[in-house]
């Protein structure tokens, strides 16, 4: 089991910055991917980037491109998000996840936090 803590969020106005951090325990070495996912009311949970934890790749969503950048802290067993440049339409809840291969559909991860609330006011 992979236990998931996320932290960060809050309200922010638009073209501001945020930090979300995911804490990471447990078996954590069955997990060499880990992402971040967002949903907003009424929508589908949606990719926002991820993260190999052993070669470092990234891999991100056309719409965050240039102003999220996902990071990790090996020796905290942390992941992080840094958002900036924020607009209203990133407002959602962002949810930390694990899994053994990076995918950009929720399906392919085996392990969730419980989300943290970003909203971006305009």
């Known amino acids: 089991q992979v236990q998931l803590v996320e932290s960060g969020g809050g309200l922010v106005q638009a073209g501001g910055s945020l930090r979300l951090s995911c804490a990471a325990s447990?078996?954590?070495?069955?997990?060499?991917?880990m992402g971040w996912f967002r949903q907003a009311p009424g929508k589908e949970r949606e990719f926002v980037t991820a993260?190999?934890?052993?070669?470092?790749?990234?891999y991100y969503a056309d719409s965050v491109k240039g102003r999220f950048t996902i990071s990790r802290d090996n020796a905290k067993n942390t992941v992080y998000l840094q958002m900036k440049s924020l607009k209203p339409e990133d407002t959602a809840v962002y949810y930390c996840?694990?899994?053994?291969?990076?995918?950009?559909?929720?399906?392919?991860?085996?392990?969730w936090g419980q989300g943290t609330q970003v909203t971006v006011s305009s």
């Open positions: 993260l190999n934890w052993y070669d470092g790749n990234t």
């Open positions: 996840a694990a899994g053994r291969w990076i995918f950009t559909t929720p399906g392919g991860y085996d392990y």
């Open positions: 447990g078996r954590t070495f069955s997990s060499s991917a």
